[in-house]
T-cell receptor
Framework: GQNIDQPTEMTATEGAIVQINCTYQ??????LFWYQQHAGEAPTFLSY????GLEEKGRFSSFLSRSKGYSYLLLKELQMKDSASYLC????????????FGTGTRLLVSP | DTAVSQTPKYLVTQMGNDKSIKCEQN?????MYWYKQDSKKFLKIMFS???????INETVPNRFSPKSPDKAHLNLHINSLELGDSAVYFC????????????FGPGTRLLVL
């Protein structure tokens, strides 16, 4: 089976740093994606990790540990516009693969 | 300039009706997907097509029938709509390589009364 866990909700203050964790137990692993989804909008791609380590992209960084089945998304210098849901997704399968999504973490950034 | 587009954006209908949702992408991708996002915001894949061939078919009721007339279009027809079909349906597309990112359409909000 596929199991991907994220905290349901987090709150943080503008300018702060927040870390959103994702743990997974899946049959097969071919990479982990983070997507951002604002209310009423489509998910948009943030980051992709397939090897262990940290990937940095501006204010956002994503970390992966394959041996621990663990990833996190780090958001620095939080802005009000970062209030959104953050979806962790694992690519599984052989041949044509599919994304299995976690339940998402709703982040609320307050002034 | 819209990359992945869907129509309609909103769909309100009665139980038992049949409806279709259309999706088009202009990114030149060879793979397209349908996802369902329920009221708890859980996003789950339903179908995937690669070059018009069905490659992923999750455990979806056979009232749902996807159709891909060409690799830029993927439609979803739903027969005999039920209350539990109310959700947001997202279309997505990507290239078929391992690390390729999926790009999502704006979603179709379906409400079955």
């Amino acid at each position: 089976g596929q199991n991907i866990d994220q905290p349901t909700e987090m709150t943080a203050t503008e300018g702060a740093i927040v870390q959103i964790n994702c743990t997974y137990q899946t049959s097969g692993f071919n990479g982990l994606f983070w997507y951002q989804q604002h209310a009423g909008e489509a998910p948009t791609f943030l980051s992709y990790n397939v090897l262990d380590g940290l990937e940095e992209k501006g204010r956002f960084s994503s970390f992966l540990s394959r041996s621990k089945g663990y990833s996190y998304l780090l958001l620095k210098e939080l802005q009000m516009k970062d209030s959104a849901s953050y979806l962790c997704a694992v690519r599984v399968g052989t041949g044509f693969q599919k994304l299995v999504f976690g339940t998402g973490t709703r982040l609320l950034v307050s002034p | 300039d819209t990359a992945v587009s869907q129509t309609p954006k909103y769909l309100v209908t009665q139980m038992g009706n049949d409806k279709s949702i259309k999706c088009e992408q202009n990114l030149g991708h060879d793979t397209m997907y349908w996802y369902k996002q329920d009221s708890k915001k859980f996003l789950k894949i339903m179908f995937s097509y690669n070059n018009k061939e069905l490659i992923i078919n999750e455990t979806v009721p056979n009232r749902f029938s996807p159709k891909s007339p060409d690799k830029a279009h993927l439609n979803l027809h739903i027969n005999s709509l039920e209350l539990g079909d109310s959700a947001v349906y997202f279309c997505a597309s990507s290239y078929s390589g391992r690390s390729e990112t999926q790009y999502f359409g704006p979603g179709t909000r379906l409400l079955v009364l």
